[in-house]
């Protein structure tokens, strides 16, 4: 084998494995890629170098083949190639016709052969320079790809602040509303002493007028007897002196007699006066008339066993909301409402109520916090679950349960009263499982239902232990609500619940707190209660 067709052979190996470098770059990623670039960079220095070499062979040989006029000068062509033509003979210079033809056919198929590698190689080179921009347009794209990056998180940083900043000024406002019902509490604290001390200095005083009353009596009782004795004397006088003595005695005796018809008491008028007043402007309001429930019931089941322990409110007239002064607008302005008889659960429902629905309707038993289940009430429930254990409670039972309107709850609630909570003006001690109410479960967990006193209506856990969904949808106050039936309307996307929790303070635990969450809320300070339709 020639050293021309050597070359051409490696070249054509080179130019193979540039063409595979350059099918594999298209699929690798972007190092790969630039890996593979830097191999077929060198593959085109060692294609050039080859075809430099194949470039001088072929001249070399031209100069081989090219016919001289001396025969001793002509280097031997036997060692590059076979002879052109049949030995020569004699003294001739030149060659045979053949000979030329051969050594121009050769001559055309190696400049075809090197026209075909220069093609290649400019292919080779177009090829290079795609690579190139491929590599340039991949640094390009990674350069985007990490500002685009660098960008996206410059954004989440500043929207990460704005949600802190937010959240800042969401619990600045909380810490606002917490130190203005402190005031306020503080200050209506300040009232009742003051009132107490009105009343107090003002049965001191009546108690010190009935004393000067009864001193006077006992004075003018005395001066009357004395009175008595000078008559008693004056006729004595008027006997033994005769007729003449008892005429200048008589107008003696008239002004000593007192008269049948008593004279009128300047002082005792003005106290009197003034005594008056007193009593009627003791500011104390008359107690409301005790309200009592019609009585208790449970309702058999169709799949077996009873409902939920129901206790039956009678018709009524309330005022709901609270009053006028203090911090809570949402549930201002007091109003006045008449309802009809209903039914509602004495208990919060409680794990044991809801499982059994669940079980019954295959639904996802709601997660205890390993607090346990049983009596304890029914946690992380949304309005959907409630509303649907109501409707399927109705099914078992033939009768019409449902969630409790805003307005049924507190009435249920207060149960005759109208102050911060139902057992008075203080929250106290072991009242109720709040934060700041004192129990083994204050803060931490629900407490089993019953644990603590019920109200007039024999109602358990209306403050504390858990919040309860109604059936209303969103107000964000009371202006214009109707004075009977139910309050129709509202923002339904999100749904309001009554009372506080386990973990709630001070400013939240009263019969009239009310809150709205969406309807797919779940939460572990969030329970129900059910009514029955009479």
């Not at 193979?16 to 594999?24: P, T, V």
């Not at 062979?57 to 002879?83: C, E, F, G, I």
């Not at 690579?131 to 996206?152: F, G, P």
């Not at 929250?427 to 019920?454: D, E, K």
């Amino acid at each position: 084998m020639s050293s021309i067709t050597q070359a051409k052979a490696e070249a054509q190996k080179l130019i193979k494995r540039y063409n595979k470098l350059q099918a594999e770059a298209k699929t690798a990623d972007a190092a790969e890629a630039a890996r593979k670039a830097a191999e077929a960079e060198k593959l085109v220095s060692q294609i050039s170098a080859l075809q430099s070499a194949i470039t001088k062979l072929q001249a070399k040989d031209r100069q081989q083949t090219t016919p001289v006029p001396n025969r001793a000068a002509s280097p031997d062509l036997s060692a590059v190639k076979k002879p052109l033509s049949p030995p020569v003979t004699g003294n001739t210079d030149d060659l045979s016709p053949e000979d030329l033809r051969r050594a121009s056919e050769e001559k055309a198929m190696l400049e075809s052969r090197i026209a075909r590698i220069e093609s290649a190689q400019q292919r080779t080179r177009a090829q290079i320079e795609q690579l190139s921009r491929a590599k340039q347009e991949l640094a390009r794209l990674k350069q985007e790809a990490e500002q685009s990056a660098a960008k996206e998180r410059r954004a989440n940083d500043e929207k990460l602040q704005q949600e802190l900043a937010k959240l800042i000024e969401k619990k600045e406002a909380e810490q606002e509303q917490l130190r203005k019902e402190m005031e306020a509490v503080r200050k209506q604290a300040e009232k009742d002493a003051e009132l107490l001390k009105l009343q107090r200095d003002s049965a001191r005083a009546i108690m010190e007028k009935q004393k000067q009353i009864e001193r006077e009596k006992l004075l003018s009782q005395s001066r009357a007897k004395g009175k008595k004795i000078a008559v008693i004397l004056a006729v004595v006088v008027l006997l033994v002196g005769g007729g003449v003595s008892a005429v200048m005695f008589t107008p003696i005796l008239q002004i000593l007699l007192p008269s049948d018809k008593p004279a009128p008491s300047t002082q005792n008028t003005n106290e009197s006066t003034e005594s008056v007043p007193q009593q009627a402007a003791d500011p104390t309001p008359p107690p409301p008339a005790p309200v009592r429930a019609l009585g208790e019931f449970q309702d058999r089941l169709r799949s077996g066993g009873t409902g939920p322990t129901m206790v039956r409110l009678p018709a009524g007239t309330f005022m709901m909301g609270i009053r006028a002064g203090l911090p809570y607008p949402t549930e201002q302005p007091q109003h006045q409402v008449s309802l009809n008889q209903f039914a509602i659960s004495k208990y919060e429902v409680t794990f044991a109520d809801y499982d059994r629905f669940a079980r019954a309707t295959g639904r996802e038993l709601p997660d205890d916090r390993s607090w346990g289940r049983s009596n304890r009430p029914v946690i992380n429930v949304t309005w959907d679950d409630a509303t649907e254990y109501a409707k399927w409670l109705s099914e078992e039972s033939g009768k019409q349960y449902r969630l409790p309107t805003e307005r049924e709850w507190e009435y249920a609630a207060k149960a005759g009263t109208d102050s911060l909570y139902w057992w008075g003006s203080e929250i106290g001690q072991n009242n109720a499982n709040c934060a700041i109410c004192g129990s083994q479960w204050a803060g931490r967990s629900t407490a089993p239902v019953g644990s603590f006193q019920p109200n007039a209506f024999g109602l358990h856990d209306v403050i504390g232990n858990v919040q309860e969904w109604t059936l209303d949808c969103f107000r964000p106050n009371y202006t214009g609500a109707p004075p009977f039936g139910a309050w129709e309307g509202g923002d339904c996307s999100k749904r309001m619940v009554r009372s506080s929790s386990y973990r709630s303070f001070q400013g939240k635990n009263r019969t009239t707190q009310r809150e709205d969450f969406p309807p797919k809320r779940k939460s572990d300070t969030i329970g129900f209660r059910v009514v029955r339709v009479e």
